[in-house]
Structure formats: structure tokens, C-alpha cells
């Protein structure tokens, strides 16, 4: 066997967001470069000039191609096309470069712009993809935005996109669920992400109060939350419901209007910087998801020892929750039966707690270092 270290490169747009994919990497990367000696290198389009949002082990190196894709945001449709089109064949001379200097083992796209032409790269490296989302949600437009010339662009979008997984080496999904719907690809495997922190402790589950964490839109489903605990409040009025996210609260707050509850015992927060205190200071966890990759919040809720309640959406709940053990599943969309699992938890705290031990179990499933190792696995085997 060869004693070289394994040289492997990240293909991702930036590391200046903090984001679920951006603190999933760094996490990895620092893992792969500290535990098992491997040769990390990331490579960006985007945010040249800016700090990481997360701490980066000095023994990973970056290198930025300055592409900037992010002008895009601020141009026309037509200039869009134009400007795209010249920074995508500038992005592929790049990175072609880079690629042929560094000859790398493997080299990981996380799906963005490079998978147009990341296999046509002759580096002799092995290529993976990394999906950080579900199919589902996946280039997925809203229901009420729906129209046929979306529709159309979806189904060819696609099409192309599954000829270029095809081609991959390997394709990495995050649940045992979306790798089932793939039919078309035989080279898929599911690894899921690891939760971001060590809990410092388990909750005690005694407080009064049920927590859900994410941006707020549309596709979290705060709003079907919102309905279920006009149900729950109407019976547990001292019961308090917290959501944290970033995004625009406004809609959520008529809602919560419309329906009569009162803003202190329906809280909706913005971000929070301590967010495990957050954890710790409730008795459950509920995911309203429409579709999900992997919550990465419902992760970090095990850890720290909350039952959960979950709407059975693609993807991730299935793969998280054990119904009846850490746990309740409830039918995707019906809001009255998540309102009566909340309600069976409230009402039930020898279970709850019982719910709670099981989900911290769980949670060891997703610890980075029992990870690590199936991506080692994986890597290896290549």
C-alpha cells in the first residue's frame, strides 16, 4: 500500500457563509486533515478577501480562483446567460489547472457549478459528488410557484443532472431514503452528515417548552406549526413554543395574529449565537419540514436529549426518528395529529423522558468520528 498521505481536493463555491454546508465541510476537512493525516485542499470561486465563518485547521489548504459567480445576483436574465456562460469556461480552465498541478487521489464537488464538467477533468483522480440536500428539494421550486415553463426547466435540469452523477465514481446523499429514489444511479451511497457539536449536557425535559430551529420559509413549514399549536395552547396555555431561524418573520407573525396567540408563549426569534442553551432549556423538538436534506438542527436536538416530533417528510425523519422509541412520526402535512403528538409528550413526561434517553443513543450515530470512518471506508475503496 502506498505510504503517501491520500491527497484529496473540495470543490465548493465559499467558506465566508455560515451555513449548514459550510460547517459541514470545514468540520469534515479538519477531521480528515488532524485524525487521519490526509493532503486537504479546498478550492473557491467566491469571497475572496473574506474570513471563514468557521475555524479552519492550519494544515488544510485553500486556494481561491477568484471566478466570482456571485455577480450573477445583481445582472439581468440576459446578462445572467452571457456573463455565466464566460465565467463557467474560465472556472473549468482553472480549475483543469489546478487539478493537473495538484494531482489529487479524489476529488469531491459538492454539486455546484463544476459537476457541469468535473469528470471531463483527465487529473487521474477519482470523482465524488456530494449532495447536501435532498432530491426533492433539490432545485425544487415552491408549490405556488409553480408554472409550466418551470416545470419544464425542472424535468430538463434534471435529466442533465442525473447524465452527470452518472458519470461520477461515487455519489453521496445524506438518508437511506433519498438514496432509494435515485432508481436511474447504481453508484450512490448514504452518508449523513455529523451533528456540529459535543452536547455539554442532556436536558432535563421539565421545562415547559417546545422548540423548533430553522430560517424562516416556506419549505420549513413554520407556518403548519403555528396551526398545530393554536390546538396545543388552547389546552396548555402555560406550555411556551420558541421557534429561532433567520429569514423574514413578517408572514409568521400575521399568522400568529390571525389565529389569537399570544406572542410570549409563541415566540418566533431571530438567530441565536448560543443555540445549545436553546436545546437545553426545552422538552422537545418538533420538525414541520415540507422536505428536508438532513436537519442538521435535528441532530444537534438528539444530542443534547430531546424527544422528537416529526412530520414524515422527504428526507431525514425517517432515517432520525424511530417511531414510538425517540420519538413520533406523524403523517406528512396533517396538522392536527402533530398538534395530538406535541399534546401526548406535554402530557406524558415519564415518556418524554424515556423518548429523551433514546434520542441521545441516536445521536451517537452521528457523531464526526464514527462518520469519519465510513468516508474513510469510502475513500479507501476507491
Same mark, same amino acid.
Given at each position: 500500500?502506498?505510504?503517501?498521505?491520500?491527497?484529496?481536493?473540495?470543490?465548493?463555491?465559499?467558506?465566508?457563509?455560515?451555513?449548514?454546508?459550510?460547517?459541514?465541510? +470545514?468540520?469534515?476537512?479538519?477531521?480528515?486533515?488532524?485524525?487521519?493525516?490526509?493532503?486537504?485542499?479546498?478550492?473557491?470561486?467566491?469571497?475572496?478577501?473574506?474570513?471563514?465563518?468557521?475555524?479552519?485547521?492550519?494544515?488544510?489548504?485553500?486556494?481561491?480562483?477568484?471566478?466570482?459567480?456571485?455577480?450573477?445576483? +445583481?445582472?439581468?436574465?440576459?446578462?445572467?446567460?452571457?456573463?455565466?456562460? !464566460?465565467?463557467?469556461?474560465?472556472?473549468?480552465?482553472?480549475?483543469?489547472?489546478?487539478?493537473?498541478?495538484?494531482?489529487?487521489?479524489?476529488?469531491?464537488?459538492?454539486?455546484?457549478?463544476?459537476?457541469?464538467?468535473?469528470?471531463?477533468?483527465?487529473?487521474?483522480?477519482?470523482?465524488?459528488?456530494?449532495?447536501?440536500?435532498?432530491?426533492?428539494?433539490?432545485?425544487? =421550486?415552491?408549490?405556488?410557484?409553480?408554472?409550466?415553463?418551470?416545470?419544464?426547466?425542472? !424535468?430538463?435540469?434534471?435529466?442533465?443532472?442525473? $447524465?452527470?452523477?452518472?458519470?461520477?465514481?461515487? =455519489?453521496?446523499?445524506?438518508?437511506?431514503?433519498?438514496?432509494?429514489?435515485?432508481?436511474?444511479?447504481?453508484?450512490?451511497?448514504?452518508?449523513?452528515?455529523?451533528?456540529?457539536? +459535543?452536547?455539554?449536557?442532556?436536558?432535563?425535559? +421539565?421545562?415547559?417548552?417546545?422548540? *423548533?430551529?430553522? $430560517?424562516?420559509?416556506?419549505?420549513?413549514?413554520?407556518?403548519?406549526?403555528?396551526?398545530?399549536?393554536?390546538?396545543?395552547?388552547?389546552?396548555?396555555?402555560?406550555?411556551?413554543?420558541?421557534?429561532?431561524?433567520?429569514?423574514?418573520?413578517?408572514?409568521?407573525?400575521?399568522?400568529?395574529?390571525?389565529?389569537?396567540?399570544?406572542? /410570549?408563549?409563541?415566540?418566533?426569534?431571530?438567530?441565536?449565537?448560543?443555540?445549545?442553551?436553546?436545546?437545553?432549556?426545552? /422538552?422537545?423538538?418538533?420538525?414541520?419540514?415540507?422536505?428536508?436534506?438532513?436537519?442538521? *438542527?435535528?441532530?444537534?436536538?438528539?444530542?443534547?436529549?430531546?424527544?422528537?416530533? /416529526?412530520?414524515?417528510?422527504?428526507?431525514?425523519?425517517?432515517?432520525?426518528?424511530?417511531?414510538?422509541?425517540?420519538? =413520533?412520526?406523524?403523517?406528512?402535512? &396533517?396538522?392536527?395529529?402533530?398538534?395530538?403528538?406535541?399534546?401526548?409528550?406535554?402530557?406524558?413526561?415519564?415518556?418524554?423522558?424515556?423518548?429523551? *434517553? &433514546?434520542?441521545?443513543?441516536?445521536? *451517537?450515530?452521528?457523531?464526526?468520528?464514527?462518520?469519519?470512518?465510513?468516508?474513510?471506508?469510502?475513500?479507501?475503496?476507491?
Amino acid at each position: 500500500m502506498n505510504d503517501k498521505p491520500l491527497k484529496i481536493v473540495y470543490c465548493t463555491p465559499a467558506l465566508y457563509l455560515a451555513g449548514g454546508v459550510e460547517r459541514v465541510l +470545514t468540520l469534515k476537512a479538519n477531521y480528515f486533515a488532524e485524525h487521519f493525516g490526509y493532503d486537504i485542499t479546498i478550492i473557491l470561486t467566491d469571497g475572496k478577501g473574506k474570513p471563514f465563518a468557521y475555524p479552519m485547521s492550519d494544515k488544510i489548504k485553500v486556494i481561491h480562483l477568484d471566478i466570482n459567480f456571485e455577480e450573477l445576483w +445583481t445582472c439581468s436574465f440576459l446578462k445572467k446567460i452571457f456573463i455565466y456562460l !464566460k465565467k463557467q469556461r474560465i472556472y473549468k480552465r482553472k480549475l483543469t489547472e489546478e487539478l493537473m498541478r495538484i494531482r489529487p487521489d479524489i476529488t469531491d464537488s459538492l454539486l455546484r457549478r463544476e459537476i457541469n464538467f468535473i469528470t471531463d477533468i483527465k487529473d487521474g483522480s477519482k470523482k465524488i459528488g456530494e449532495l447536501h440536500t435532498s432530491r426533492q428539494n433539490n432545485r425544487s =421550486f415552491k408549490d405556488n410557484e409553480i408554472n409550466i415553463v418551470k416545470a419544464l426547466f425542472a !424535468k430538463y435540469w434534471n435529466w442533465s443532472l442525473v $447524465r452527470k452523477l452518472r458519470k461520477l465514481d461515487k =455519489f453521496v446523499v445524506l438518508t437511506n431514503e433519498d438514496k432509494e429514489g435515485w432508481t436511474e444511479l447504481d453508484n450512490v451511497v448514504a452518508i449523513p452528515n455529523p451533528v456540529s457539536f +459535543t452536547a455539554k449536557a442532556q436536558s432535563t425535559l +421539565t421545562s415547559k417548552r417546545v422548540l *423548533a430551529v430553522g $430560517r424562516y420559509d416556506y419549505v420549513k413549514g413554520f407556518d403548519r406549526l403555528l396551526k398545530a399549536w393554536a390546538m396545543v395552547a388552547s389546552k396548555h396555555p402555560d406550555w411556551t413554543m420558541a421557534i429561532y431561524g433567520d429569514g423574514d418573520k413578517s408572514p409568521y407573525e400575521q399568522l400568529r395574529q390571525q389565529l389569537g396567540l399570544d406572542a /410570549a408563549r409563541c415566540q418566533l426569534n431571530g438567530v441565536t449565537t448560543n443555540i445549545q442553551d436553546e436545546y437545553l432549556a426545552s /422538552a422537545m423538538y418538533v420538525v414541520t419540514s415540507r422536505y428536508e436534506g438532513l436537519s442538521m *438542527a435535528m441532530l444537534e436536538a438528539i444530542s443534547c436529549g430531546l424527544p422528537l416530533v /416529526a412530520f414524515a417528510c422527504p428526507c431525514g425523519p425517517r432515517d432520525v426518528v424511530d417511531d414510538g422509541i425517540n420519538g =413520533f412520526l406523524v403523517e406528512n402535512g &396533517n396538522v392536527s395529529q402533530l398538534a395530538e403528538k406535541i399534546i401526548y409528550m406535554i402530557e406524558h413526561p415519564e415518556e418524554r423522558t424515556r423518548m429523551g *434517553a &433514546n434520542a441521545v443513543i441516536k445521536s *451517537a450515530r452521528y457523531k464526526i468520528d464514527r462518520l469519519a470512518k465510513d468516508w474513510q471506508q469510502l475513500f479507501e475503496s476507491l
